[in-house]
């Protein structure tokens, strides 16, 4: 049974100051992980998906890979109200057509004006 | 533009009930899934359809039927709804399944209440 962990929350930053957020996997094969933000009462959004170690930046958002780890994480620069959600940790294989996202449970981030 | 759609946004209904939720994507995707984010907000696959072929299955109760008429819509039938049903129901759909294919965009999601 594959598992994802994301450490507990919630997690309350300053506006402006980085948001750290971490996942850890259990299944050595995963190859795909995702990161998905969700506002309450909206659906989950794709913000960043990696699939190699190392660092990939989009905007104000950088996800880290470590697969000898097993964990991925999200850090959030210039962190702001707006960034307030829950984000979603997800990881998949690509064992072909049966492959699925096993998401992690979430963690809420307050972002104090 | 919408890209994944559902109706209806909301469904309350008396236990034994028989509902339908409905799914279509316009993103060309080959993939469609259902899944089922309870009230601790932990969000699971129910099933994930390829190309109008049934291709995960996970541990869902006979009573949920899913039906893909084509690759565009992916529709959920639920019958005798019990209490423990009431959830959000997100449809979701990806361009296939494995590795960055699997980027998966979800609908807004029903909110099923099953009084």
């Known amino acids: 049974q594959k598992e994802v962990e994301q450490n507990s929350g919630p997690l309350s930053v300053p506006e402006g100051a980085i948001a750290s957020l971490n996942c850890t996997y259990s299944?050595?094969?995963?190859?795909?992980f995702f990161w998905y933000r969700q506002y309450s009462g909206k659906s989950p959004e794709l913000i960043m998906s990696?699939?190699?170690?190392g660092d990939k930046e989009d905007g104000r958002f950088t996800a880290q890979l470590n697969k000898a780890s097993q964990y991925v994480s999200l850090l959030i620069r210039d962190s702001q109200p707006s960034d307030s959600a829950t984000y979603l940790c997800a990881v998949t294989d690509f064992t072909g057509a049966n492959s699925k996202l096993t998401f992690g449970k979430g963690i809420t981030l307050s972002v104090r004006p | 533009d919408t890209a994944v759609s559902q109706t209806p946004k909301y469904l309350v209904t008396q236990m034994g009930n028989d509902k339908s939720i409905k799914c279509e994507q316009n993103?060309?995707?080959?993939?469609m899934y259902w899944y089922k984010q309870d009230s601790k907000k932990f969000l699971k696959i129910m099933f994930s359809y390829n190309n109008k072929e049934l291709i995960i299955n996970e541990t869902v109760p006979n009573r949920f039927s899913p039906k893909s008429p084509d690759k565009a819509h992916l529709n959920l039938h639920i019958n005798s709804l019990e209490l423990g049903d009431s959830a959000v129901y997100f449809c979701a759909s990806s361009q296939g399944a494995g590795g960055p294919r699997n980027e998966q965009f979800f609908g807004p999601g029903t909110r099923l209440t099953v009084l």
């Open positions: 993103l060309g995707h080959d993939t």
């Open positions: 990696i699939y190699s170690n």
């Open positions: 299944d050595r094969v995963s190859q795909s």
